[in-house]
């Protein structure tokens, strides 16, 4: 084995021996300039061979250390929803992200990237103040809407609306929406 362990663009791998480029390593973190010392191959033959082994040491460690690995999720979470609640292409990464799970769950056509979902200060239906909430939802919240619900989540099909206009609407269309409406408002005008 050789002492020199990277050379320009290439490194050496500790499992099979060979100089490969860069782009065969992972890092070692998220933030480190280090790469690991075996290649991307070989650390996912190892993985699989010892598949059941890791799964072991994995599920030791967390009953070991679960209140240590359970606050540091909390703090996390946290200091994402605060992320969260003041940048808007976070909000709509985080929309589209949600809206893809729903759109398999409910089986209807995804097409849209975070770049489709314009979030206004101002729900367009009702005129309230929208924002992302941190601990829960609540009738200001930001929520994405498809406008005709069959056709799924496509870039002509979407508007951000405020959780209390999306919930009114629901799964009606405009035609009971405007009957709903028209109903009460013949209703309210006969007791007055």
């Known amino acids: 084995m050789p002492k020199l362990k990277t050379l320009d663009n290439l490194k050496y791998c500790n499992l099979c021996g060979e100089w490969k480029s860069l782009e065969n390593f992972y890092k070692k973190g998220i933030n480190s300039i280090g790469y690991r010392s075996g290649c991307r191959q070989c650390l996912k033959k190892y993985t699989d061979a010892h598949r059941d082994h890791i799964n072991e040491n994995y599920r030791k460690h967390y009953h070991k250390n679960k209140d240590k690995i359970r606050i540091t999720q ?23 992200k949600s809206a893809r799970i729903r759109a398999k769950k409910y089986r209807v056509p995804f097409t849209i990237t975070y770049k489709d979902i314009i979030i206004p200060d101002i729900c367009p239906i009702l005129g309230i103040e929208i924002k ?9 919240s930001i929520t994405l809407d498809r406008i005709i619900p069959e056709k799924g989540y496509t870039p002509e099909n979407i508007i951000v609306v405020s959780l209390r206009a999306n919930l009114i609407k629901t799964n009606a269309s405009i035609e009971e929406i405007l009957k709903v409406g028209n109903f009460y408002k013949r209703l309210l005008n006969e007791r007055n």
């Open 132 to 140: 992302h909430n941190i601990d829960k939802m609540a009738g200001n």
């Open 74 to 96: 909390v703090k996390y979470e946290k200091k994402v929803k605060i992320k969260l609640r003041d940048d808007k292409v976070l909000q709509s990464k985080y929309l589209a």
